[in-house]
């Protein structure tokens, strides 16, 4: 605890029974023809995009022209997609719904076209709500510790003329680590990887943190139950089983995936969010942002406290949670190109020791 003794860090006196008291009873409840309604109106709004982008190459424009209008087409879908997977996202949680089935169903669909076995997903990602800032058990940005970056001990006693002695060879190891992982390429590079083609590298080999390879599409691996291997295998056979255009899905499905990292990176990693016990932060990415994917990241608090509670409640209870929580509620009002080259930077690490650890920069 000594790390956060330094940063006066105080552990939450309050009871979740307590915070779900302070929560209207009505936002609990489940609507399924409700979500349907929501559900359908982004169908439709998807579907008129894709309508609109199948006439780019019929006009008579210039091949640049027509570059441009299909990389609109790719960010505003992908980015309208972002709400689609908001109701995907809802049926894992059994939230979408009261009956089981339908949101089995309903999270199966739309898992499909967002190419994510839907099962596996949900089992994974109830993991990461059960064991959130967890070092040993979380799944979603855990962070890599000290050793892990291949720093030197904390009470390493390296001064400036120990890194600048070439005979050194731990001093130079160290001076070159750490001006290789401080530069502004490196830095930028490692962001590009992570935040474009991190979420399907997670989803074929797992998480960084767990020995192995621990793919979503194997049903044997150690994510996942002997009992769950079924599970597993109708999200797999659901998800090869035909084609889609390219040209129509590639663009957009890219740009979610940069969405849904951005937005599971920001909520769970800032330098005043500690690990090991479940936190999150709130914050909003503008008017259109936040309506296209129904506020889902300015309610993150809410829905890591009751991930049944569907969507269309979670404003109303955050401000009640927001109310119970009193400073040990965070929110972030950043800018968000700012807040995530802020938190890419300076959350780099934490120490491999202590019950209680917070993001430190290299």
């Known amino acids: 605890m ?30 399924t023809f409700r979500s349907f309604t929501y559900l359908i109106r982004y169908v439709f709004l998807v579907a008129t995009t894709v309508c609109a982008a199948l006439y780019i190459d019929s006009i008579l424009l210039s091949r640049a022209t027509r570059l441009i209008l299909w990389s609109v087409y790719w960010v505003a879908q992908g980015t309208i997609s972002g709400g689609l997977w908001v109701f995907a996202h809802e049926c894992g949680h059994q939230a979408f719904s009261s009956y089981k089935a339908i949101n089995n169903g309903v999270g199966m669909v739309n898992h499909f076209f967002f190419n994510i076995p839907y099962h596996s997903w949900r089992i994974s990602h109830s993991r990461h709500h ?15 510790t000290r050793s ?31 001006m290789s992982e401080q530069s ?26 767990h020995p192995g390879v621990n793919s979503h599409f ?21 998800q090869f089983g035909s084609e889609i255009i390219m040209k129509l899905y590639l663009g957009p499905y890219l740009v979610l995936n940069v969405w849904i990292m951005i937005i599971t990176y920001l909520q769970h990693t800032h330098p005043n ?34 991930s049944t509670m569907p969507h269309y409640y979670t404003v109303e209870a955050t401000h009640y949670i927001k109310k119970a929580l009193g ?36």
């Open 327 to 362: 400073k040990s509620y965070l929110i972030e009002q950043t800018s968000i190109p700012i807040a995530l080259w802020d938190s890419w930077t300076q959350c780099r690490f934490v120490e491999d020791e202590d019950d209680v650890v917070f993001f430190k920069k290299l």
């Open 273 to 306: 969010v500690p690990h090991y016990r479940e936190n999150s932060v709130d914050r909003s990415y503008g008017a259109i942002v936040d309506f296209l994917h129904h506020d889902l990241q300015r309610t993150h608090v809410a829905h890591h406290f009751f």
């Open 184 to 209: 502004p390429m490196r830095a930028f590079w490692s962001f590009v990887k992570v935040f474009v083609i991190g979420w399907p590298i997670y989803l074929i080999f797992g998480s960084h943190h």
């Open 218 to 238: 194997n049903p044997y691996c150690a994510l996942f139950e002997k009992r769950q291997v079924w599970d597993i295998l109708r999200s797999d056979m659901a």
């Open 2 to 31: 000594g790390e956060a003794i330094e940063r006066n860090w105080e552990i939450p006196n309050f009871t979740i029974k307590e915070i779900r008291n302070a929560v209207p009873s009505h936002c609990f409840e489940r609507n």
């Open 148 to 178: 892990e970056r291949g720093l030197p001990p904390k009470d390493a006693n390296i001064n400036q003329q120990q890194k600048n002695d070439e005979n050194d060879s731990r001093a130079l190891h160290y001076h070159e680590h750490e």
């Open 130 to 144: 059960k064991y959130t800032g967890l070092m040993s058990k979380d799944e979603t940005f855990v962070p890599f």
